[in-house]
Nanobody
Framework: QVQLVESGGGLVQAGASLRLSCAASGRTFSSYTVGWFRQTPGKEREFVAAIVWTGDTHYADSVKGRFTISRDYSKNTVYLQMNSLKAEDTAVYYC????????????????????WGQGTRVTVSS
């Protein structure tokens, strides 16, 4: 099974940018759909963005226009570029993969994802 490892989190001020990485090891995950989720204490895991194996992307309304998901096939890595960060973006961010033909309408549902990384913490100070 592929192992997913997130990196790139940190502490930044509101308005700053961060780029998160989700690197896969064990096999290529270029044919899989990869999603980013975030979670804060006491809350359910929240969908942020997903990139389908075709290259199609999906975003939560709360991050649309500020975050960009992309993938580098040569590096077997998916990125989440986060711009104009807000205090409410503070969370632990997780990447996860799901099967290639998962319905797009189900991508915001964390239960359709089979494999998760351990997360990277993002803290945005206001």
């Amino acid at each position: 099974q592929v192992q997913l490892v997130e990196s790139g989190g940190g502490l930044v001020q509101a308005g700053a940018s961060l780029r998160l990485s989700c690197a896969a090891s064990g096999r290529t995950f270029s044919s899989y759909t990869v999603g980013w989720f975030r979670q804060t204490p006491g809350k359910e895991r929240e969908f942020v963005a997903a990139i389908v194996w075709t290259g199609d992307t999906h975003y939560a309304d709360s991050v649309k226009g500020r975050f960009t998901i992309s993938r580098d096939y040569s590096k077997n890595t998916v990125y989440l570029q986060m711009n104009s960060l807000k205090a409410e973006d503070t969370a632990v961010y997780y990447c996860a993969e799901t099967r290639p033909f998962t319905l797009a309408t189900t991508l915001p549902n964390p239960t359709v994802y089979d494999n998760w990384g351990q997360g990277t913490r993002v803290t945005v100070s206001s």
